[in-house]
């Protein structure tokens, strides 16, 4: 069944409005390359996912910021880098103006950096009215103060919001902040793969949202 009275829809950026060549596998080796450069474990924390590795190692080190700000400058080069020739995932622009012609309020909320966030938004420019980005709050999806921070933004409360990703990340985030949540199985995933996040739907491309969302 449709999901009723629907006010706001928050959407991941990468993997479900837009496609980038951000090499994550690169992007958490450099990481862990600077937490040993630091003197500190690495295999310690290459379970975590990379911006808790961040955290996580900034916390033991006696100058914590410079270890942040040195680690951030990494990812941003690669961020931005990947960045070039982003393309629209199918169907995302037309989907967010369907909403919003429906009077549905749209925000973004991304891990990614600021700038590489403003540089694909500007090539590929999905209509938003809340953009929300790692450095735009203290903890990042899946915690749910991020959407939490996006709903406060649109005035809307998360029983009337939707939280749409492509990992498994923001559906645990939307679930966490009290949404209702759509998991995007994009191409290469299998076909359980949202399977232990248990969201509340799972489309196969951006223009499915519609037979779900009953403003």
């Known amino acids: 069944m449709p999901f009723t009275d629907v006010r706001a829809v928050l959407f991941d950026l990468d993997g479900t409005l837009v496609h980038t060549r951000i ?4 992007m958490k ?7 040993a450069a630091a003197g500190l474990p690495p295999d310690s924390y290459r379970a ?3 911006l808790a590795i961040r955290t996580a190692a900034a916390a033991r080190l006696p100058d914590p910021a410079a270890f942040l700000a040195e680690t951030e400058a990494l990812l941003v080069e690669i961020e931005l880098s990947a960045c070039e020739g982003a393309v ?3 169907g995302a622009i037309k989907t967010v103006q369907w909403l919003r012609e429906r009077g549905v309020r749209v925000g973004i909320v991304t891990r990614n950096c600021a700038q590489a966030a403003a540089k694909v938004l500007r090539d590929i420019p999905v209509p938003h009215e809340v953009l929300l980005t790692r450095a735009d709050t203290p903890r990042v999806k899946p915690d749910p103060l991020h959407l939490h921070l996006a709903l406060e933004r ?6 009337h919001a939707v939280m749409v990703g492509d990992h498994v990340m923001d559906v645990e985030g939307g679930k966490a902040a009290g949404m209702r949540t759509v998991g995007v199985l994009t191409e290469e995933r299998a076909d359980d793969f949202f399977a232990g996040a248990a969201p509340d739907a799972v489309i196969r491309a951006l223009p499915d949202l519609r037979t779900w969302i009953s403003p």
């Open 29 to 35: 080796r450099a990481v862990l390359d600077r937490v």
């Open 48 to 50: 975590l996912d990379i």
């Open 88 to 90: 629209e995932a199918d």
């Open 23 to 26: 090499d994550f596998a690169r």
């Open 154 to 159: 649109l005035d809307a409360s998360p029983a």
